[in-house]
């Protein structure tokens, strides 16, 4: 079996979130599963600095897509044997600045040709005459980024080849004007409601739900709830119609980057046996942020986008009773200006209890998380969510709202899930300012006591947040989409 997964970030060459995580993490996994019998390459832009990053770096093919002239380059992910095949279009992709915004934030203004590149080279990888050589059995797709290759697939190229389309958030769709189409060199007559086309927009999240062959999401609760009009952002109806194609695969945690017992930027390693390397974390994490230095103080851990999808607004009112209560909040993240300037402001005010660091940086995210006694995560929707895993693996409980990833994943504390050893976070009962803070409250009383903490800790860290068994299912999708493959073709 040959797979081609095709993304537009990969944890380490470039991240910005979740996906680089899954990117990063998931091809490995499956490329190590007792069970799979194949190879897999994984297929992003070289943005700049991406080359670096790879070793066994060589050139390996030239190829025109969408007008534009691409060198694909071959190299490996560090560590790993996975392949990377890197697409080289400096004018397109060599810029100061992330994949998809400019510095100051604002998205390219090319993006839709940018990622129509992307989906072009993947369809034109998956022909019989791919340049590489090399042709996949399976194509699949992840995010908006990637979702015009199924339709370049199936109504240009003509392909017998399979696709899959992995949602990681209905939020971003990479909507377009309709004057992209003919640069995207896309069919006209597919730009209706029964293809491409959204609210008179080029939609490449449509075209992916559309047109690929099997469609998957980061887990079962959010498969549920994108078919409906709260999480569905206006495609609930197409993903209705396509539920029997729909599953939903909950993420896994790479063990080589998050592990207690080995991460490398934690002054002492710690593990569920021996958990007493988490409190010279704890007091490191508090000296490095300017925090008092208090074992006693319960600190809470933040490390997120600040987007109205992750629920942080809500922290700013309670925060002063947090203080009150003797709590100390160490917060990593970017995004929303006012909840930055909110945030930095509350800095002031609580210096030896609150502490803001307004940037990406992910040596601080690991610290945050193995340092902190509570990971807060009060997500209005959240497909899946690796920081609530990462919480489980570093004991340190996940305080989370009921939706997505998180409910599927985190189990509230509760007198039988303490009894039955069953309980590994809390979950909030609504997703408000007075529910967040009346479930930190509950927590922080329960973290007093010591025994029963460390039960919910243990619990946690025995869970198993690893790839192992979601890449399975993975590994299912792909025979499941083989299947009907061989089906078509004996018709
Ligand atoms: P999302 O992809 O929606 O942002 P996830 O929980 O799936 O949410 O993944 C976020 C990933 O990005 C995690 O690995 C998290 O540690 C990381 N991350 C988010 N913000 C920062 C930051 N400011 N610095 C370092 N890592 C961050
Ligand atoms: C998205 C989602 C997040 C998920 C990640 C990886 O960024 O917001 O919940 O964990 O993708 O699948």
């Known amino acids: 079996m040959h797979v081609l997964f095709v993304t537009s970030e990969a944890f380490p060459l470039i991240k910005t979130g979740g996906l680089a995580d899954v990117s990063g993490a998931l091809p490995k996994a499956i490329k190590s599963a007792a069970s799979f019998n194949g190879d897999i390459k994984v297929l992003l832009p070289a943005y700049r600095g991406v080359l670096s990053k790879l070793t066994a770096v ?7 897509a969408l007008k534009q002239s691409c060198t694909l380059f071959s190299g490996y992910l560090p560590d790993s044997d996975v392949e990377v095949i890197a697409i080289k279009n400096d004018v397109l992709y060599d810029r100061a600045g992330g994949p998809y915004t400019d510095e100051s934030g604002a998205d390219w203004n090319d993006n839709a040709l940018r990622f129509g590149v992307l989906s072009r080279v993947a369809s034109l990888l998956s022909k019989q005459d791919s ?15 990637t979702g015009l290759t199924p339709a370049y697939m199936k109504l ?12 990681h958030n209905m939020a971003y769709q990479g909507n377009f004007d309709g004057n ?22 080029l939609s490449f999240m449509k075209a992916g739900l559309f047109y690929a062959d099997q469609l998957s999401t980061v887990s079962p609760t959010y498969a549920k709830e994108i078919q409906t009009v709260h999480y569905g952002f206006g495609l609930q109806g197409l993903l209705k119609t396509r539920a029997e194609q729909l599953t939903g695969i909950l993420n896994g945690i790479d063990t080589q980057d998050w592990n207690p017992a080995t991460d490398s930027h934690l002054i002492k390693p710690y593990s569920d046996k021996n958990i007493t390397g988490k409190k010279a974390v704890k007091k490191a994490l508090q000296q490095q942020l300017g925090l008092s230095i208090n074992p006693d103080a319960p600190l809470l851990g933040v490390v997120s986008r600040f987007a109205y999808q992750k629920g942080l607004d809500l922290l700013p009112s309670i925060i002063p009773q947090l203080v ?8 990593l993240g970017s995004g ?6 909110g945030f930095v402001a509350l800095q002031k005010q609580f210096p030896n209890n609150i502490s803001i660091t307004v940037g990406y940086n992910e040596p601080m995210s690991h610290n945050i998380m193995a340092g902190a006694d509570l990971f807060i995560m009060p997500s209005r929707f959240e497909p899946c969510g690796l920081n609530q895993l990462y919480g489980l693996a570093y004991g340190t409980p996940p305080i989370v709202s009921a939706t997505g990833g998180l409910a599927d994943s985190v189990r509230d504390t509760t007198p039988e899930t303490i009894k039955n050893n069953t309980a590994t976070g809390f979950v909030l009962k609504n997703v408000t300012d007075a529910s967040l803070l009346g479930t930190i409250q509950s927590a922080v009383k329960l ?15 025995q869970t198993d947040v690893s790839w192992s068994s979601s890449a399975n299912l993975y590994l299912d999708l792909y025979e499941k989409t083989l299947d009907l493959h061989k089906k078509t073709l004996s018709q």
């Open 156 to 167: 240009v190229d003509q392909v017998t080849v399979k696709s899959i389309f992995s949602i």
């Open 180 to 201: 992209v189409l003919s640069q995207l060199e896309l069919p006209a007559q597919h730009f209706n409601m029964n293809g491409f086309e959204f609210y008179q927009q």
């Open 447 to 461: 973290w007093q006591d010591k025994q029963v903490w460390r039960k919910i800790q243990k619990n946690g860290m």
């Open 131 to 145: 340049p590489l050589n090399w042709q996949p059995d399976i194509v699949h797709c992840n995010d908006w980024q």
């Open 324 to 331: 009150a209560d003797g709590c100390q909040l160490a917060i």
């Open 58 to 64: 060589k050139e390996v093919a030239s190829i025109e």
């Open 336 to 341: 929303e200006k006012a909840l930055e300037d």
